[in-house]
């Protein structure tokens, strides 16, 4: 509108001037968005996984994006799952479905289940889907979804189903430039009027008001703006941060509320032992030489490391279950290195874990001839197999009630809670099952693990509510989980606890059963999430949007 009225009144330093702006306002536009779709670009290419699949009776590799369903698909440790599989062979496999569910924990699979359709994604146990991790075993699935059809599809396509919002900062340009608009045309129009009754040329009073309302338009404002979120553009890509639309870089300033996955967003996404817990006594840590009697943590710690499938690579890459490579950490910690305990107590045999029995034992020899059998598991599993307990350097009646509840009390603080027991033998039963080795253990301890938060995440949550915003932590985890990592975090304090501010935990079927209403009048307030689905977490999402808040996911 500048630049036309410039050019009709005669002015063409104005026009060029106008002109040269607008173009720049579009230069400097296009060069960002282009160079931050290229990045996505890249991004895409590199995040294109290959799948091992059958085909005419030979086995092929392929890209992920040529699947289509129907194919057969073989799953090793360490693939990323290309599509939505249903599984048709499972050995001991376990995928990690932390992008799907939050839950740290791999998900252990078997093909022996049948479903219903409305079973949430976190129990669907005879299902792998697409970008999750397999962690450990070996399965085939056959191609139930591809692309948009799979459940990371599902939930991309619910958030691109949501309209595109403008920033605060458009919101207010846009109110200023109605506002300043209404001023000048009700000026415009008084000055008009007024040179008229005074007796002024109608066309020279056109021309004053019409200048003055070209003088009035801040011609250099959206350039302005545009340089200047350029500049910020540019010092977050030199903090790793991808602005794929200039107006973007505003928002950060205008944060009221973050919303944050847990898992591998605040914690690490790798499991870590915390917690000891052996004759009643509770040591976080590292597992100190004064904690136990010399031939009992010995013990402690030979289960913890051969007890274990952890393994390094040839690069010298730890592999395994997650659980388990925690746990051959801590040992290897405190002195016991699988590889050099192996030597002198190679494993003889072993009852492989299953979800059955919840346990899983190695069997070993001994360079003197004894034998030894390690056993690890669920605690409600683990305890009725054990009929004596460690005591100080000496064997005793096992408490099982004493030891269940410190079981479920550490559970209670977010850990995962395994037991470790054990048992001499005088040989190797011909037959290895779990009824001949399983049976009259000596029970050990506990150990408690954890997905540790991320060192700079308290500080980040610290400055955040430094600036009055507010962190929300939306997960599909275990609700104690993610209590526990919250109050570690500072997201939830013992306060808040105790005066029941916050709930203190919101948890995905309690959040189905309120209304709109009620829900509407607590999400502010609420700070934790837990065991909510996709859909959920969207719906959060909307309601914190819809009461004016300004939005950080």
Known sequence: MAQHSSQALGEPEDTIAIAVIVILNAILGFVQEYRAEK???ALKILATTQAKVLRSGETELISSRDLVPGDVVFLEAGNIVPADLRLVTSVQLKVGEAA???????????ENVLLKIETPVGDRRNMAHKGTLITYGRGVGIVAATGMGTELGRIATLLQSEKDTKTPLQKRLARFGKMLALAVIALCVIIFLVGILRGEEPLLMFMTALSLAVAAIPEALPAVVTVLLALGAKRLVKQNALIRRLPAVETLGSVTYICTDKTGTL?????QVDVYAINKNLVRGS???????????????QAMALNNDASLDSSGELQGDPTETALYLAARNSGFVKSEIEEYLPRAAEVPFSSERGMMTTLHTSLNGEFFAFTKGAPERVLPSCQQEWKSGELGPLDSLAALTMANSMANEGLRVLAIAYKCLKSIPSEITSEAIESDLIFMGFVGLIDPPRPEAKRAIELCQSASIHVVMITGDHPATALAIARNLGIVTETDIAQGT???VLTGQELAKLSVDEFESRVEKIRVYARVSPEQKINIVKTLQDKGVSLLL
């Open 39 to 41: 990045a996505m670009e």
């Open 100 to 110: 799907l569910t939050g839950e740290s924990q791999p998900a252990e699979k078997t």
């Open 267 to 271: 914690t690490q996404n790798r499991m």
């Open 287 to 301: 597992l100190p030489d004064s904690f136990f009697d010399r031939k009992g943590r010995e013990i402690f710690l």
């Open 502 to 504: 916050y709930g203190p």
